[in-house]
């Protein structure tokens, strides 16, 4: 089963001169859901601060689907798609609370010991949730839109 964030609302400041949410905050709430979800594999701010290791997103794509305008609430869902030791590739998905989709996201991210900083192995410990996280989206369908490029799709002719 995904992962569901908790309900977070849009902004009046997150609102650009088009009348929607701005692109950028459709990140922060991607971002937001995210922590939301890092604690279940032992990331967060006690893991830097008492450990001084954490993660950096190396990539991240969004593709907007339907706006979000001030007020509205909505949730991510955040699936594991794959991981190794030093990395993991993730999903999520933006739904309003009335259950259709805004946008989605895929990142890769990257585990970072602080005092270099570099990418370094995960310890065993948080290895071991990454794995079970993982293991628990084992049976999801992989999403359609993982791996998607960017382009220009032309017509031959």
């Not at 309900?7 to 929607?20: A, F, Q, R, S």
């Not at 692109?23 to 859901?33: E, G, H, I, S, T």
């Not at 967060?44 to 450990?51: F, I, L, M, V």
Request: hydrophobic share 35%.
């Amino acid at each position: 089963m995904q992962t569901k964030s908790s309900l977070m609302t849009v902004k009046p400041e997150w609102i650009d001169y088009n009348g929607h949410l701005n692109m950028a905050y459709y990140n922060v709430l991607f971002d937001q859901a995210a922590d939301e979800i890092y604690p279940q594999m032992g990331f967060g701010p006690d893991y830097a601060e008492t450990r001084r290791l954490t993660t950096y997103t190396a990539e991240f794509h969004v593709c907007y689907v339907r706006e979000l305008h001030e007020g509205n609430r909505a949730y991510s869902t955040f699936q594991m798609i794959d991981f190794d030791e030093k990395r993991f590739h993730s999903y999520q998905e933006l739904y309003h609370e009335d259950g259709w989709l805004a946008a989605t996201a895929e990142a890769l991210t990257l585990h970072i010991d602080m005092t270099g900083p570099r990418v370094a192995p995960m310890p065993d410990d948080v290895m071991a949730r990454v794995r079970a996280l993982h293991a628990s989206h084992a049976d999801l369908p992989r999403p359609e839109r993982v791996g998607r490029s960017i382009a220009i799709r032309r017509k031959p002719g």
